[in-house]
């Protein structure tokens, strides 16, 4: 069945019209080499530069910080695989909440060199304290990397990383926060704040899949893990992906120029979803900060169906409806997310399903309406079972 309704916007967002038209030009126009000297290779390293400014820009940082890379994952990666190579990094202080990607590198570094790890432990809400930050700041002389991301792909929780920052200057820390849900959607002024590395990926917000960022602050002297060629700073070798960091740019040029309309349009959605969703599921709970506009990012909402149904994204997906029960990632794994599990008691997980349910500014009410009738029939069935 062909999809009606859309509402997996954490997982991959619809790339505009113009995004598209832009990298087709691009590949039709600029197939240079950016690494040649000749005039075709200079045009197309001069779209390269400019992608690389606006993006600069946007987080008030300078150019030379901004390092194009595949997707978020490997932004992660270098960061994280880089900081324990060349920047001495003994220990980590991350969370069980972390995307797969950064998980992963962590769990890594301690397996194969040794690394401490130190996981917070997030309470009901899914909130970390500020208070448990700095007392694992404060508990080791080490050389410490925290990691921590911006907002949460499967609940929306915003951590305050201007503060995070603040206690990782305090105690001599490095600080990388995963931003890949709130680059595009969020207004985000790196030089106010003290962070030392963050990533992208650009189809979380309407541009390509295959292309994003790191930011990794000069001061920090990191080095590649991908050696080669000397492009990107001579921190990521390879030819440069020109349509795609030119989709990157046009992506995050319509975002940020109209950044209130689109968010005020998605928390009014949002908030609309709340509403109808509490009037037609009674029962129904929503995880983490869902309902908290301040403390939970527009894009997400993290719901908990009163009932056990483990093929409820196939049945609204039957009915043309695209959704997840969590990050995309682990959509395969057939036991919870940790996330959820950080968040869920056991008689939660035993008898409810979480659904995460996320916007883009092309969604409607008549979306969502459609998609509440569509969850309220499944319900119904799922009782007369």
């Known amino acids: 069945m062909n999809t009606k309704v859309y509402l997996d916007n954490a997982a991959t967002t619809p790339v505009e019209e113009e995004v598209i038209q832009v990298m087709v030009d691009a590949l039709r126009l600029n197939y240079g080499n950016p690494s040649s000297t000749h005039s075709r290779g200079q045009e197309a390293k001069s779209l390269i530069e400019g992608v690389r400014r606006q993006v600069a820009d946007y987080l008030r940082v300078q150019p030379n910080e901004i390092i194009f890379t595949s997707c978020g994952t490997e932004s992660n990666n270098l960061i994280i695989k880089s900081c324990v190579t060349h920047l001495g990094v003994e220990r980590f202080i991350s969370s069980p909440m972390e995307h797969k990607c950064v998980a992963e590198a962590v769990r890594d570094a301690k397996v194969r060199k040794g690394c401490e790890v130190v996981y917070l432990r997030p309470n009901k809400d899914g909130d970390l304290s500020l208070e448990q930050i700095e007392e694992a700041l404060k508990s080791s002389d080490k050389k410490t ?3 921590l991301m911006h907002a ?3 609940i929306g929780n915003l951590l305050d990383i201007e503060k995070v920052g603040e206690l990782c200057k305090k105690y001599g820390a490095y600080f990388h926060s995963d931003t890949v ?10 030089s106010k704040i003290n962070i030392d590395f963050a990533s992208c990926s650009a189809h979380k917000f309407h541009g390509p899949k295959g ?4 930011f990794i602050r000069k001061s920090t002297k990191l080095k590649p893990i991908i050696l080669g060629g000397a492009q990107e700073r001579e921190l990521r070798a390879g030819t440069e992906n020109v349509a795609g960091i030119v989709g990157l740019g046009k992506a995050l040029e319509m975002c940020m120029d109209n950044l209130s309309d689109y968010a005020g349009h998605m928390q009014k959605i949002k908030s609309y979803t709340i509403e109808k969703l509490k009037a037609a599921i009674p029962g129904i709970k929503f ?5 908290n506009s301040e403390k939970s990012l527009y894009t997400v909402l993290s719901a908990l169906l009163p009932f056990k149904n483990p093929l409820i994204g196939l049945q609204l997906d039957m009915k043309g409806i695209a959704i997840s029960q969590g990050s995309a990632c682990s959509s395969g794994a057939a036991k919870p997310s940790m996330v959820m599990m950080m968040i869920l008691d056991d008689e939660a997980l035993e008898s409810c399903t979480p659904l995460r349910i996320s916007f883009s500014h092309h969604t409607t009410t008549e979306d969502i309406d459609y998609f509440v009738q569509a969850l309220q029939d499944i319900c119904k069935e799922n009782q007369e079972r």
């Open 287 to 291: 995880n983490g900060q869902s309902e």
């Open 152 to 154: 949460n792909n499967e």
């Open 181 to 190: 849900q709130t680059v595009g959607h969020l207004d985000l002024d790196f």
């Open 211 to 214: 292309i994003g960022f790191a």
């Open 145 to 147: 990397l925290v990691s």
